[in-house]
């Protein structure tokens, strides 16, 4: 498992990870450790392509999906925390309730998004990824938009917020 911390960190280095994560990222011992580090720092992962998706499906497909991290997979997800689609991830999320939920979409994925009760949804797409939300009663969506097709259907009380970053990536 070092071999592979060991060669994350020195990606994360040439990618231009600062010095106290790149030495956080040597240290770590387990694969749960590495991708609860992917998520903190998922802003630095996803404007890196970091680490390669080749990469994350050799060495973490199996061990990242109870995080809510998910490559090339069909999903139903229904009040998650979190989902991070990469790849050709394709599939559902819905959330309802007093739910709240991050989802970040990448490359060719493809989600539809479902929001409802006082549910609160923030999303983050990028690249080529298609989102379709769907909104109703008084629930809120939150879209940074830096890449990709996107649908809306707004109902009821309910509010779509879509910011045009005009920019590849965060």
Same mark, same amino acid.
């Given at each position: ?11 994360? &280095? ?17 694969? #749960? ?11 630095? =992962? ?14 973490? &497909?199996?061990?990242?999906? &109870? ?5 090339? #997979? ?14 050709? *991830? ?33 999303? #983050? ?12 009663? =008084? ?26 970053? #005009?920019?590849? *990536?965060?």
């Amino acid at each position: 498992m070092n071999a592979i911390a060991k060669e994350l960190a020195r990606q994360a &280095k040439k990618a231009g990870i600062c010095e106290e994560w790149h030495g956080q990222l040597k240290l770590l011992t387990d694969k #749960d450790a590495m991708i609860d580090m992917y998520i903190r720092g998922i802003d630095f =992962c996803l404007s890196n392509d970091y680490p390669s998706n080749d990469y994350i499906r050799e060495h973490f &497909k199996g061990s990242m999906e &109870k995080k809510g991290v998910y490559l090339d #997979d069909e999903i139903m997800l229904s009040n998650p925390r979190r989902c991070v689609a990469l790849g050709r *991830t394709v599939g559902s999320v819905v959330v309802g309730g007093y739910g709240v939920c991050e989802v970040f979409v990448k490359h060719d994925s493809v989600l539809v998004i479902s929001a409802s009760g006082n549910a609160f949804v923030e999303i #983050d797409m990028f690249d080529n990824s298609e989102v379709s939300v769907h909104t109703t009663e =008084c629930a809120k969506v939150h879209i940074n938009r830096y890449g990709g097709r996107l649908t809306t259907d707004q109902r009821g009380d309910s509010v779509i917020k879509v910011v045009e970053k #005009d920019k590849k *990536t965060y």
